[in-house]
């Protein structure tokens, strides 16, 4: 064990905090006593609540600095404060909400970061350099992964400035009401994630033929998005007459591929300023560490990233709803703000319709983890946010029109958060955990963060780079904020690797598909 870790240590975040987090590796036992007095009279795990006062039946419990619930019965000082002893609050209203009452000052302009990316002919900057195949329904997807075998094999080791090839397959494309309103979310999806900087506009759709989604629709869009022009021989069709057996149809994808498979490989790496990154900011396997140590950093990181002009998004509508009333006074302008709130009261009726409350989350893990309930956990969570205002706010897969501070709404979901923020446009994502996960996006480098000391410790090699330092005082948020920015550029120069992308792990695309399956 750290021996700054041997004292015992607890965290409160705001001076009006009526509990605390226990830091210690393996929690605290009964008759610990703290260096201000405070005595344990039960065992309390490790980043669970602690009563810092007497709590009465029915009254607040406070954690940063709000109301995160109400005790269900008396709590005396010094006890363990597990979530079944906390009534979770309502959340929000919407309709009272203030707007754009409290804009941050613009933060002093930080310059002269670089990053060697992939400069696209539309402008975009990509962090990597793959070939991307779109498909326009699941029926082609076995097809597709063959040949992606095929191409790792035989063809990537003639391109060798080719980092690889992902194939963009999905659950949509039939079966589906391809005309409800809310099918403008997965047609939009999957458009915009052919379009991601990182498949450096070499556009190629394998098609089954019989889809609702046919290519053409699929390469059209909806009407917030840009039109992809594609010659037909980019488009393979299995139906064809033409293709007599399987292997007919796979020769027909290789010589697509090829084709573009020659134009990346004639890109380079070239000196980019860090105004040209777009990066998301996601956590999963939450902790009550999250928000105290691995967010606020990943919050500074992503105020420094918008210092340099560049894009950062967060996201996860269920975990940031129950902190709605910290954000709205953020947006730098009341029409931001409204559009806020749609995508609040969208996905309170989206939930509504399916009968789900707030109390569906937190999962078992977070509160094993220390969240008692989804107010705490979305506390924590807009901490990833840092201290920019929002200037743009997204519906789930749109690309952004403005560069800073985005709000991209999407499911809390950590693979369909990936998939959607990926449409959005990011080409790096961040991902902040306290319980762990090997999670991992074949489009873009994917950097898992660790909130506390004994999963940095114990997942040495899927982890890298721990804020729990934070918790235990051999850092500050500060520097590891600085040392999260400086990781950020040198993975998306190609100069370090993350662990995922070292041990090859990858996530399936998961598209948000709000739209009746039929």
Not at 132 to 139: E, K, L, M
Not at 288 to 305: K, R
Not at 472 to 491: A, H, N, P, S, Y
Request: proline share 6%; charged share 20%.
């Amino acid at each position: 064990m750290n021996k700054i870790t041997e004292v015992p240590l607890y965290i409160k975040v705001h001076e009006t905090d009526n509990v605390a987090i226990v830091v210690n590796n393996n929690g605290l036992p009964a008759g610990t006593t703290f260096s201000d007095g405070l005595q344990l009279i039960e065992h309390v795990p490790q980043g669970h609540k602690v009563a810092l006062t007497n709590i009465a039946s029915g009254g607040n419990i406070i954690r940063y600095g709000e109301v995160i619930g109400y005790a269900l019965r008396d709590i005396a000082r010094g006890s363990w404060i597990e979530e079944s002893l906390v009534a979770l609050p309502e959340a929000p209203p919407l309709a009272s909400l203030p707007l754009a009452n409290r804009v941050p000052d613009p933060l002093p302009p930080l310059e002269g970061h670089t990053f060697l990316g992939y400069r696209n002919a539309d402008g975009s900057v990509g962090t990597r350099n793959l070939l991307g195949i779109t498909t326009s329904v699941h029926c082609v997807a076995g097809v597709v992964d063959y040949v992606v075998n095929i191409i790792e094999r035989d063809l990537l080791p003639r391109y060798p400035n080719v980092d690889g090839v992902v194939a963009l397959n999905h659950l949509y494309g039939c079966g589906v009401a391809i005309n409800a309103p809310a099918a403008v979310v997965p047609i939009r999806t999957i458009h915009n994630l052919a379009l991601n900087a990182n498949l450096g506009g070499e556009v190629m759709v394998v098609s089954l033929g019989c889809e609702k989604l046919q290519p053409e629709r699929l390469l059209t869009g909806t009407d917030d998005v840009q039109v992809i022009s594609l010659d037909e021989q980019d488009i393979v069709r299995l139906q064809d007459e033409k293709h007599i057996g399987f292997e007919a149809m796979v020769q027909e994808i290789l010589q697509v591929a090829e084709r573009h498979l020659q134009r990346l490989n004639q890109r380079q790496r070239e000196v980019c300023p860090a105004s040209e990154l777009i990066v998301g900011m996601q956590c999963g396997g939450s902790d009550a560490f999250s928000g105290v140590t691995a967010n606020p950093a990943v919050g500074f990181a992503s105020d420094l990233l918008v210092r340099c002009g560049a894009t950062v998004m967060f996201s996860e509508v269920t975990e940031v709803r129950d902190a709605i009333h910290l954000l709205t006074p953020r947006v730098v302008n009341e029409e931001v703000g409204k559009r806020l709130l749609e995508e609040m009261a969208w996905y309170d009726d989206y939930l509504d319709q399916g009968k789900t409350d707030r109390s569906a989350n937190p999962s078992p893990g977070n509160k094993k983890g220390g969240l008692a309930n989804v107010v705490e956990k979305a506390l924590g969570s807009i901490a990833k946010s840092g201290r920019s205002p929002i200037v743009e706010v997204l519906s789930p897969g749109q690309r952004p029109s403005k560069r800073g501070l985005i709000y991209a709404a999407t499911p809390a979901s950590d693979f369909v958060c990936g998939t959607q923020q990926m449409a959005s446009g990011i080409t790096l994502q961040v991902f902040t955990t306290g319980r762990g996960t090997p999670y991992g996006l074949a489009m873009i480098p994917v950097i898992k963060m660790a909130t506390r000391n004994a999963l940095a410790d114990r997942w040495h090699d899927l982890m890298d780079i721990n804020a729990g330092t934070i918790a235990t005082g051999e850092e500050t948020i500060e520097q590891v904020g600085w040392r999260l920015f400086e990781l950020i550029l040198d993975i998306a120069s190609g100069k370090k690797q993350t662990w995922s992308d070292r041990w090859g792990l990858r996530n399936q695309l998961a598209v948000f598909n709000p739209a009746p399956v039929t």
